[in-house]
């Protein structure tokens, strides 16, 4: 391995890079805490000193999410690193304190109080699915915090205290939809989801798309499970019956596993039926397994594969720091723009204020981005593209769609709440 190669040169030029970026390049960390005094830069009592500033990160670690969410803290991990090795924001290192939500909704409320109540962390990077979201939100609005929040969902949200870097569904099940009905000519959908807030809030905007809005076709069936489910053999007889063009689902965390090691097992395989899935990502590949998703489709904003200088930088990086077989899925990229939208916004603020880190984030810009360029709108969510990836059998996605332009955030798109 020549000098050049090694990890930690990958890591160093990937450093280099983005600190040209930033407004302060060429500064010391010194220089910018002396411009910035702790004083100036936090009047509302964070946890901020003139050397440190603390973060949270609250994620599910253990528990059915994890296999999704361990991607998240290592990417926004990453990002952190990075800035910290650049000299942090504004002369100061980050400081991260971990919190597990242990898959557990009223634990992601318990725990993003202690963040922001006891720890005084300066924001949180968290979260994964919209019950744990919408759990932490009444705590983030009440003690005025600043979550960056990663993951796809439902819409119908938008919250001065939350900073939403997933895509919301105008960019993914809607436009995901039309995809399928046009390039698939799929007229029939049965809808399956697991049981809890995102699965049935983005099947109810499925079904209006279908039938009313988008005046697709028909739902064949609608059907949804336990978070942890794992017997699958009811609904696949279900869908065998109903022969639906397109089986359309969101069926997230461990219960993918067997959701689609047993539809292969019952002979409902990529190359006999059209799937649609908002919820299988490289993250969850790695537990459901390339030969069982094999010829099935993702409706994302992010893959691996994607082929631009943005995106072959960051994963060159996050296998350096992670290892060769490290993956990474739409929610890990998603994660890692959190800390570089803050700081950014940060930065553009001069100040660590939560008032202030809002006001100034919207029309930040990240030509940083994996996924590629992707800027800030007023409404906290970000203009990005819309892609469909097909499985392969080595665990990776071939993407074989994507939009013609970034696509405007719209969190309560007309008719459909």
């Known amino acids: 391995m020549s000098a050049d190669s090694r990890p930690e040169s990958v890591l160093r030029r990937r450093m280099l890079q983005m600190a040209a970026m930033s407004p302060f390049a060429g500064l010391s960390a010194a220089a910018l805490a002396q411009q910035f005094p702790t004083a100036k830069v936090n009047t509302t009592g964070l946890a901020i000193t003139d050397t440190e500033v603390t973060v949270g990160q609250l994620h599910s670690a253990t528990g059915t999410m994890a296999i999704s969410e361990t991607g998240s803290i290592q990417a926004e991990q990453l990002a952190i690193d990075q800035i910290n090795a650049m000299g942090g924001i504004l002369g100061r290192k980050i400081k991260v304190i971990k919190e597990d ?25 968290g979260c994964w699915t919209s019950a744990s979201r919408k759990a932490v939100l009444p705590v983030f609005e009440k003690e005025n915090g600043l979550l960056y929040y990663p993951t796809f969902y ?73 978070l942890g489910h794992t017997n699958f053999n009811s609904l696949i007889n279900k869908i065998k019956v109903a022969k639906p063009d397109c089986i359309f ?102 100040s660590f204020d939560v008032a202030k880190v809002t006001a100034a984030s919207p029309g930040i810009e990240l030509k940083t981005a994996p996924e590629g360029y992707v800027k ?28 013609s332009a970034l696509i405007a955030p719209d969190p309560f798109p007309k008719g459909y709440q």
């Not at 557990?104 to 005084?120: I, Y």
């Not at 994963?315 to 994660?335: C, H, L, P, R, S």
């Open 101 to 125: 939500g242990a898959s557990d909704w009223p634990t992601f409320a318990e725990k993003s109080r202690k963040l922001l109540v006891n720890d005084k962390t300066a924001c949180v990077f």
């Open 249 to 350: 689902a969101a069926v997230v965390g461990g219960s993918n596993v067997a959701f689609y090691k047993q539809l292969k097992a019952a002979g409902i395989t990529g190359d006999k039926q059209f799937l649609l899935t908002l919820s299988v990502t490289e993250d969850e590949m790695t537990g459901v397994g390339g030969d069982n998703f094999a010829g099935f489709y993702s409706s994302m904003k992010y893959f691996q594969s994607l082929d631009n200088e943005n995106n072959k930088k960051f994963v060159e990086a996050f296998k350096a720091k992670y290892g060769k077989d490290a993956v990474i899925g739409d929610v890990t990229q998603a994660g890692y723009l959190g800390p570089w939208l803050w700081k950014a916004a940060v930065e553009k603020a001069g």
């Open 154 to 226: 439902e819409g119908l949200e938008q919250s001065k205290n939350v900073i939403y870097t997933g895509q919301e569904a105008t960019q993914q099940i809607i436009w995901g939809l039309d995809w399928g009905a046009k390039e698939k000519k799929a007229k029939t959908f049965f809808l399956v989801g697991s049981d809890y807030i995102w699965p049935r809030t983005s099947m109810k905007i499925a079904r209006k798309h279908i039938e009313t809005v988008g005046k697709l076709g028909s739902v064949k069936g609608e059907e949804y499970y336990p």
């Open 376 to 403: 800030l709108d007023a409404n906290h969510h970000l203009w990005s593209k819309a892609r469909i990836g097909q499985g392969q059998k080595d665990g990776t996605f071939k993407v074989v769609a994507e939009s």
